[in-house]
């Protein structure tokens, strides 16, 4: 974590960098309520159809720029084959920074918008805006990351192209059925999942219906959601136990895993609340592997990892 606001500033490397250039003017993206969904839409307003996967990517270009050469010359050099950046989730409160940092969900939104194949998330939580053209309720989530799943899935189904996401989220969130605080963020994940036509279900079923009419394939061909449970037997009586997902974790095309503390909800990505830490890991170690049928060369990490 960054050093607190009276420790004296760490010895500049040897030989030092030249002086960056100044830093541009914050972009809006990087408010603390960023992305907020838009007010009803007005006839010339754009369908959610047509949301460009790349405004995902350069929204976290943004948010995240990379290190520029000099800086990144001056990195000590290793033997290892994968690139790892580290990513956070900090704000003024809980770190001094003038400004929140959203490194995670740049990260989050910069794979999944360069995506070519697959997409496998494991996550606690899935809480996330899928269609942000839509009108929004009053209490509505901020955060795009469904959105940009969508904007992904939308352009493989024009393409007529393979493309598959697959999600893994507990049953239910810890605690009682009966209580106010777990029926409060089923409802959101519902929402966020499957429930309404602004869930991510609800978009990708449209376009598959826009695009292939009747003779649409099932949804489940590329989108899914799945949860575990265990099964035993106690004298007569059949027992189901949830495996409780607690990992928080997405692997894209077997190659780039974002891999963390950060749940896909508002609370872990936005900056200004919860502390998160995430490494996003590229392995230059390929290995041939198939999607879908055809061969595809994968990262030998990302693809033993998931």
């Not at 869930?199 to 649409?216: D, N, P, Q």
């Amino acid at each position: 974590p960054p050093a607190p606001p009276s420790s004296p500033p760490p010895s500049p490397p040897s030989p030092p960098p030249p002086p960056s250039p100044p830093p541009a003017p914050a972009p809006a993206t990087t408010s603390a309520t960023p992305h907020s969904p838009a007010g009803p839409p007005s006839a010339a307003s754009p369908a959610p159809a047509t949301t460009p996967p790349d405004a995902h990517a350069a929204s976290a270009a943004e948010l995240m720029p990379p290190l520029d050469a000099v800086r990144l010359a001056a990195l000590p050099r290793c033997r290892g084959t994968a690139r790892v950046q580290i990513a956070r989730s900090l704000g003024p409160w809980n770190a001094g920074l003038h400004e929140e940092e959203r490194s995670i969900y740049a990260a989050y939104l910069q794979a999944i918008a360069s995506a070519e194949r697959f997409i496998y998330i494991e996550n606690q939580y899935f809480i996330s805006e899928a269609a942000p053209a839509l009108p929004a309720p009053a209490a509505s989530v901020q955060n795009l990351i469904a959105d940009a799943i969508a904007c992904r899935l939308e352009a493989a189904i024009r393409a007529r192209k393979h493309f598959k996401v697959v999600v893994v989220v507990p049953l239910h969130p810890e605690g009682s059925l009966s209580s106010a605080a777990t029926r409060y963020i089923m409802h959101w994940q519902y929402e966020s999942t499957c429930r309404g036509p602004r869930s991510l279900v609800a978009r990708v079923r449209t376009a598959l219906e826009r695009e292939f009419g009747e003779a649409a394939p099932p949804l489940h061909r590329w989108l899914s959601f799945h949860s575990l449970v265990q099964t035993g037997v106690l004298g007569p009586n059949l027992l189901l136990e949830q495996i409780y997902v607690h990992s928080k974790v997405m692997v894209v095309d077997d190659r780039v895993v974002v891999v963390g503390s950060a749940n896909i909800n508002d609370r872990s990505m936005a900056g200004d609340r919860d502390s998160e830490v995430a490494a996003v890991v590229a392995d230059a170690d390929r290995v041939a592997s198939s999607m879908a049928g055809q061969r595809f060369v994968v990262g030998r990490a990302a693809h033993e990892l998931r």
